[in-house]
Structure formats: structure tokens, C-alpha cells
């Protein structure tokens, strides 16, 4: 079995290139069953979850082909056929080919989507829009059936302002007949990407970038290619990291800053000196980050996704902290495995009550989900002595090389290879 063995490190300095989205790509993989053709998908991160969605697309007599970072997906001889759970069982993002399938064919079956155990992520969203469409949904065992046989635009103000949903929605409505007005929509980077792709395919698609989008269904969409965007969370695990240990590092393939503007002013609040730059931006630290109180929350407050980096870090500041978890029941599962480490960390509820000043000290933890396995490496990064990860598979859903990029940083970090399961 492999694991990622991180050992303490005195200094970042150095340059990593972010990869491409993989909270883009996948969504965008989706929407290529609209049109039948070939597309291609440039800046596409080799990682688990976009292999996973090749596997499911495959089902579907896709033809999907990975060269490098780039994508080429087939769709001219694709069918409909159920997916099984064996499949989406491995992938959240399953469940956006739903939305997809049914603009297609008007029907759709798939097994209940699976991913990270960071809480509850319910699908009532989803379904409560799809059946505003005319769409049926039944449940046979663990597998979930819609079928339409007019699939309607329709006017649907979501209760929560589910990525997701948003995404599902908008894949429906590109191929439904009449206009869709989405209310309460979400506002992440993904979606507005998800929008222009769309667009660029020949969807009409008015609200970009707001939470009231209006989408008009278009007789028949085309293929079209994709530059894929540089992977946001990624970039900050690599820049929250930074707070915590010296020196100067150099992110580049960062495009569109504004998507990362959230992480970058917490990183500011840390201590963080960054100065953006033509191709990315530069993070000079000094190695001890600030306290304060940090929350997450939905776009444009600070990811959820990066609270499991953000919490290791805050125990070399100078004082207390707190952070607070708005969207995931789960999102603080980490504190167990730091408390491991010497970390001293409480939870209440939602909230984590983080001591400063705190040297870690490393033994052997295990990664539970993708975002918990990434705040591990950094934890590692900083404790004293060895750490070792187990099932990095999780960190390899969304990191295409962590142990690449860090080491090109001059982190001490390694793969190794052991009998124990």
C-alpha cells in the first residue's frame, strides 16, 4: 500500500503550477453528452475523479481519451444505459449526467452518487427542479429513475444555493424546451464556467455570473472545446500552507484571480505578503501565522473545502483562534487526527477552538475524505519528527501530484511503499 510519508520542513521556496479544475472539469465532462461530436478539454488534471468520470461516460458508449492534460470525448455513439452504484458510488459528481441524460434521452438511471464522507449532501434539490420539469422520479432499490416524456423549462427558486443543483439544473435546461429561470442560484467560479461552455456549445444563457440565471432551450447544441481553469482550492491549499513556514512561493497557471480573491485576502489576514503577478501570484511568509476568527461559507466567503488546511496551520500562530463550519456537518473531522498529533483542538458543534503556538508532533494518521488528506500533508509539513498518510487515495481524487508539487517547493515529502493495509 502507498503511502505519503512528510517530514517536518523549514521552508517553502520555490515554484508549483496549479493544475487544471477538477470542480470545473467534471461538470464540463457532463455537459459534453449535450451534443453529439468530438470535444476536447485542454488543462484537464490527470486525477482519480476525472478517470472515474471517463469510466462512467464509457458506460454511456462515450469514447474518452487522456493525453497529457488533455481530453478528447466522443460522443457520437453514445447510448443510454443505466450506471450502476458500483460506479457512482465512487463520484459525487455522478449525479450532474442526471441532468445531462435527461436532456438527451428524457431518461435517466443511475445509482445514488457517492464521494467524501464530510456529512450529508441530500439530492432533494435536484429532484424537487427536475420534477418541475415534468420529469418522473422513482427509486427501485439504490438505483434512482427519472424519465420525461416533455422536458419543460421551468421557473425554480433553490431553498439553498447548491453548486450541484445549480449544475444539474443548468445541464437540464440547455436541452429542455422553453425558458428556465433558476432563482437563489449559486455563484461559485463553476458555474459561471459551466455557463460559458454552455454558451459556447449554443446555449442562451442570460445572469451569468448572478444567482437569477435564465436559460432559454436551443433545438440542438454542438461540440465545442474547453480551456479548462486552474483548480482554486488546490491553489490555496498551497498558499495557506505558505502562512505557516518561511519563504517565498511562487504559484503560477493562475488566470482568472478574482476566483481565488477569498483565500487570498484569509492568506493576507495570516500574514501573508501576496503580490500578484502576470502568471500567478507570489507568497512571501514568515512563517508564523496570525490568529483570528475565520468562518467558511457559500462563494465569495472562504471555501469549506480549505478549512482542513486553514485549521494546521492556525496552531503556530501567536494566539487562539477559532474557525466555524457554515455548509458540511463533517467539514471538522481533521481535529480527531490532529488531536493525534498534540494539536489540543476542541469542537462544539460547528466551531473549533484552535490553541496557537502549538508544535505538532508527527505519527501515523489517515486521510477520511479529499480536503481532510490535503490539511494532513500540511499538518506534516509542520510537526516535528515523520508523518505518515494512509489512503491517500482520497488526496489522489484531487491532487494530481501533492508530493510533486511540494517537494518542488523543497517540502520534505515522499511516497513510500509499505505491506500494511
Request: proline content about 4%; aromatic content about 4%.
Amino acid at each position: 500500500m502507498r503511502k505519503i510519508c512528510v517530514k517536518e520542513t523549514s521552508a517553502l521556496n520555490g515554484e508549483i503550477r496549479v493544475q487544471g479544475s477538477k470542480n470545473t472539469v467534471l461538470p464540463v465532462m457532463a455537459a459534453t453528452l449535450l451534443a453529439s461530436g468530438v470535444s476536447v478539454i485542454t488543462n484537464c488534471p490527470d486525477i482519480e475523479d476525472v478517470h472515474v468520470m471517463c469510466e462512467l461516460l464509457r458506460h454511456l458508449h462515450v469514447k474518452t481519451k487522456m493525453s497529457g492534460n488533455v481530453l478528447t470525448v466522443d460522443t457520437r455513439q453514445a447510448e443510454n444505459a443505466p450506471l450502476p452504484y458500483s460506479l457512482t458510488g465512487k463520484l459525487r459528481s455522478s449525479i450532474l449526467l442526471l441532468g445531462a441524460m435527461l436532456a438527451r434521452w428524457q431518461r435517466a438511471e443511475l445509482g445514488m452518487p457517492g464521494g467524501c464522507a464530510i456529512g450529508l449532501r441530500p439530492i432533494d434539490l435536484h429532484l424537487e427542479g427536475f420534477l418541475r420539469m415534468h420529469v418522473d422520479v422513482s427509486l427501485r432499490q439504490d438505483m434512482l429513475v427519472c424519465r420525461s416524456f416533455y422536458l419543460q423549462g421551468c421557473e425554480y427558486h433553490l431553498r439553498f444555493p447548491s453548486v450541484g443543483a445549480t449544475e444539474n439544473m443548468l445541464l437540464a435546461a440547455a436541452g429542455a424546451k422553453g425558458r428556465t429561470v433558476l432563482r437563489g442560484a449559486a455563484v461559485e467560479p463553476e458555474i459561471v464556467e459551466l455557463c460559458r461552455y454552455l454558451v459556447s456549445m449554443g446555449a442562451l444563457i442570460e445572469g451569468i455570473g448572478t444567482d437569477v440565471l435564465v436559460i432559454k432551450g436551443t433545438g440542438e447544441l454542438t461540440p465545442s472545446d474547453y480551456s479548462n481553469v486552474y483548480d482554486r482550492i488546490v491553489a490555496g491549499t498551497y498558499l495557506l500552507t505558505a502562512a505557516g513556514l518561511p519563504g517565498k512561493l511562487k504559484l503560477t497557471g493562475i488566470g482568472e484571480m478574482s476566483y481565488m480573491e477569498n483565500t487570498i485576502q484569509t492568506a493576507s489576514r495570516l500574514g501573508i505578503s501576496v503580490k500578484k503577478q502576470q502568471d500567478g501570484i507570489l507568497a512571501i511568509s514568515s512563517g508564523q501565522a496570525r490568529a483570528g476568527c475565520f468562518e467558511s461559507g457559500i462563494h465569495p466567503a472562504f471555501p469549506t473545502d480549505l478549512l482542513p488546511v486553514l485549521i494546521p496551520v492556525l496552531l503556530t500562530a501567536d494566539g487562539a483562534s477559532r474557525v466555524r463550519e457554515t455548509i458540511f456537518e463533517n467539514r471538522l473531522g481533521i481535529v480527531q487526527e490532529l488531536n493525534r498529533m498534540g494539536a489540543g483542538i476542541r469542537v462544539s458543534g460547528q466551531t473549533a477552538g484552535i490553541p496557537g503556538g502549538i508544535k505538532l508532533t508527527g505519527c501515523r494518521v489517515r486521510a477520511t475524505d479529499l480536503r481532510q488528506g490535503a490539511g494532513l500533508v500540511t499538518a506534516g509539513l509542520l510537526a516535528e519528527g515523520s508523518t505518515l498518510i494512509s489512503d491517500i487515495g482520497y488526496i489522489e481524487r484531487g491532487y494530481e501530484d501533492i508530493v510533486r508539487d511540494l517537494q518542488a517547493a523543497g517540502a520534505v515529502i515522499m511516497y513510500e511503499e509499505t505491506d500494511e493495509s
